[in-house]
């Protein structure tokens, strides 16, 4: 089946600690995305992948680091410095160039206490 | 930058009946406009999308129409079924790699 993974399912962490939180897509995508979703509030955009060993901040990059080393692959990870870490978090990819329909993954749900 | 406002934040409507949810967009230049629905525990699906090439796109039970001169976009459903219920959201974008969403719209059917 092809599609958009994302694991775990939910994820929990200590203040301090720094968390990576995993996406695979097996869609043969370049384009890669991850968004932050809090109550209320609209999928914002935390940063964006284009195609391999490039990607770009998005509207909330702060706090947060990624790599695109491998076409499958977009890990997110979730620094000491965000603020607010606990949401819910969103991975989406999409052709590309060809075509800008993006598909999600199942999201994480991160809480950090 | 693109701003989307989505309208209403929720919205209950018994089974059967129609259910309209309406977006608004900010940047002229954004020339596509999906909708997805996102159930609890699941992700974000995918359910009708729209260019600004066309008014009207149907399916089944769907359908999203689009006025570029007001800047606003509207996902119907009719019909409404309890496995509707959940949260939709709006989004706009321009051609390029990004979308700028609505904050989202609970709908409840009501058996």
């Known amino acids: 089946d092809g599609g958009i993974t994302q694991s775990p399912k939910y994820l929990f962490r200590k203040e301090g600690q720094n968390v990576t939180l995993s996406c695979e897509q097996n869609?043969?995508?370049?384009?890669m995305y991850w968004y932050r979703q809090d109550p209320g509030q609209g999928l914002r955009l935390i940063y964006y992948?284009?195609?391999?060993?490039?990607?770009q901040k998005g509207d909330i990059a702060e706090g947060y680091s990624v790599s695109r080393e491998k076409k499958e692959s977009f890990p997110l990870t979730v620094t000491s410095a965000q603020k607010n870490p606990t949401a819910f978090y969103l991975c989406?990819?999409?052709?590309?160039?060809?075509?800008?329909?993006?598909?999600f993954g199942p999201g994480t749900r991160l809480t950090v206490t | 930058g693109e701003n989307v406002e989505q309208h209403p934040s929720t919205l209950s409507v018994q089974e059967g009946d129609s259910a309209v949810i309406k977006c608004t967009y900010s940047?002229?230049?954004?020339?596509?406009f999906p909708w997805y629905k996102q159930e609890l525990g699941k992700g974000s699906q995918l359910i009708i999308d729209?260019?600004?090439?066309?008014g009207e796109k149907k399916d089944q039970r769907i359908a999203v129409t689009l006025n570029k001169t007001a800047k606003h976009f509207s996902l119907h459903i009719t019909e409404t079924q309890p496995e509707d219920s959940a949260v939709y959201f709006c989004?706009?974008?321009?051609?390029?790699?990004?979308?700028?969403f609505g904050k989202g719209t609970k709908l409840s059917v009501i058996p």
């Open positions: 989406a990819s999409s052709l590309g160039t060809a075509s800008i329909e993006q598909y």
């Open positions: 869609l043969n995508h370049d384009a």
């Open positions: 992948s284009q195609i391999v060993n490039d990607f």
């Open positions: 940047d002229s230049a954004s020339n596509y």
């Open positions: 729209i260019r600004s090439n066309v």
């Open positions: 989004a706009a974008g321009a051609g390029s790699y990004q979308l700028t």
